[in-house]
């Protein structure tokens, strides 16, 4: 659905995007994650035709996103991350307006509008000025404004800014649970790890303008992760001195600490079975054994502190 090759853009003397490459396929929830000023506004803007590549290419459903950016508009619905509506204008009066924009005759407007604020949950705001709206109010009225054109592709640059906890749950649910119902391919950049590790179905780490890694979290993790030492959280009794020596010297254990009710093992992926069998076989009772479970928030780490030099 959205294909990047080669893409450069410069600004003066700074590169924003540096040589990025990236296909996103159809009904797939992309997370952009990188730190501010990392080049994400600038990948959108392009593919909205908003903004010239140095050089490269964008294409959104076939279509080149410099040179039809008509085209591409017309399927493409974009959640900045302060979306601004008319003081004096009405949650169901704006919804209306930017359907009739896209063609949509009132009447049809008129009901996809009402439609829409019930899913968003504004319907008891739908008669309410938007400058009494909270910012959560005021981003899911965006979300309505963006839907009601019926888009095949949803961009979201840091759409839960300002948004309450609860409200943002509640937000990156409702994306989800669109995405999933209308098969639309959705791109939401962020810098917010956990927001994106919980609606996404692939990420890409942008830092400095370049993409760093793409794909899902366990694969990345796996890539990255695989073949290092890792810890497992073992609770069992009793735990006796010649339990914690059997385990140290088992060939794929490196460390072995006592843990209140237990013991922390740091060895290879592999150890759990052989960690699992010595605990029984030595009498002892086995209640849990777990290995550490890398996360977004390792993986970004890993590239973000290590920047470029992790190409």
Sequence with gaps: MIEIKDLVKDYDSTRAVDHLNLTIGKGEIFGLLGPNGAGKTTIILTLLGLSEPTSGSVTVNGWNATSE????????????????????????????????????????????????????????????????????MTQRLGLADVLIKEPQIMILDEPTIGIDPRGIHDFLDLIRKLSKEKGMTVLLSSHLLHQVQKICDRVGILVSGKLLAEGNVHDLADKLFGARETSFTVVADPVTDELIHKLQELPSVTDVKKNGTGFIVTGSKVAAPHISQTVVQSGAKLYRISGKEYGLDDIYQHYFEGGVNHV
Excluded at 90 to 104: E, F, H, R
Excluded at 119 to 125: H, R
């Design 69 to 136: 950016p008509i085209r591409v508009k017309k399927i493409t619905g974009y959640l900045p991350d302060d979306v601004g509506f008319s003081e004096n204008s009405i949650g169901l009066q704006s919804l209306v307006y930017t359907a009739m924009l896209n063609g949509i005759p009132r009447e049809k407007a008129i009901e996809s509008a009402r439609e829409l604020l019930e899913i968003v949950g504004l319907q008891d705001a739908a008669d309410q000025k938007t400058k009494t709206y909270s910012k959560g």
